[in-house]
T-cell receptor
Framework: KAGVTQTPRYLIKTRGQQVTLSCSPI?????VSWYQQTPGQGLQFLFE???????NKGNFPGRFSGRQFSNSRSEMNVSTLELGDSALYLC?????????????FGPGTRLTVT | AQSVTQLGSHVSVSEGALVLLRCNYS??????LFWYVQYPNQGLQLLLK??????LVKGINGFEAEFKKSETSFHLTKPSAHMSDAAEYFC??????????FGTGTRLLVSP
């Protein structure tokens, strides 16, 4: 089975622009979660989608948004980029809704905001 | 709120030595705990998980972890370190649905 894929792998944007990141989960997985990883804040949960519905959201400003499509692929969008949004954005997929279900991570998208 | 604390941002061992990475959790309910590893410029790879079925959990690459409720700990061990184990390790707790709360990570350095 193919793993979680994320595109693009690297991205450079200018402050004030917006960006869209894409995540394709493992085939059959219906839950997709997004995380932000920075040296200062570590790994932080952004949001989780299941069957096109956002079920859980982290403590991020409204500039961060996401969606999930009927094929379980997910996108996240960051509007009005700030320098502090520079980070590795990780997507993870999971096979079901159980709290103990493991999540499988993609390689991440490295976003640099200049 | 559920959380995990990793003691030691860096751990150095010699090849062949015991690896011990520490994780303590805070939870008022039985926790679902995970260990992940991250190699440079890569995503997170699941090493093992605890879901109350057994207190000693065996994972991939020879790693294992023991859940100790009395000590609120879930430390990761490997009997003999290999150079390829050099990476950053994260302990995490699932706080509901698929939300993982991660520790700050421990970088494992392995010297020949």
């Amino acid at each position: 089975k193919a793993g979680v894929t994320q595109t693009p792998r690297y991205l450079i944007k200018t402050r004030g622009q917006q960006v869209t990141l894409s995540c394709s989960p493992i085939s059959g997985h219906r839950s997709v979660s997004w995380y932000q990883q920075t040296p200062g804040q570590g790994l932080q949960f952004l949001f989780e989608y299941f069957s096109e519905t956002q079920r859980n959201k982290g403590n991020f400003p409204g500039r961060f948004s996401g969606r999930q499509f009927s094929n379980s692929r997910s996108e996240m969008n960051v509007s009005t980029l700030e320098l502090g949004d520079s980070a590795l954005y990780l997507c993870a997929s999971s096979s079901n809704t159980g709290t103990g279900t493991e999540q499988y991570f993609g390689p991440g998208t490295r976003l640099t905001v200049t | 709120a559920q959380s995990v604390t990793q003691l030691g941002s860096h751990v150095s061992v010699s090849e062949g030595a015991l690896v011990l990475l520490r994780c303590n959790y805070s939870s008022s309910v039985p926790p679902y705990l995970f260990w992940y590893v991250q190699y440079p410029n890569q995503g997170l790879q699941l090493l093992l998980k605890y879901t109350s079925a057994a207190t000693l959990v065996k994972g991939i690459n020879g790693f294992e972890a023991e859940f100790k409720k009395s000590e609120t700990s879930f430390h990761l061990t490997k009997p003999s370190a290999h150079m390829s184990d050099a990476a950053e390790y994260f302990c995490a707790v699932n706080t509901g649905f698929q939300k993982l709360v991660f520790g700050t990570g421990t970088r494992l350095l392995v010297s020949p």
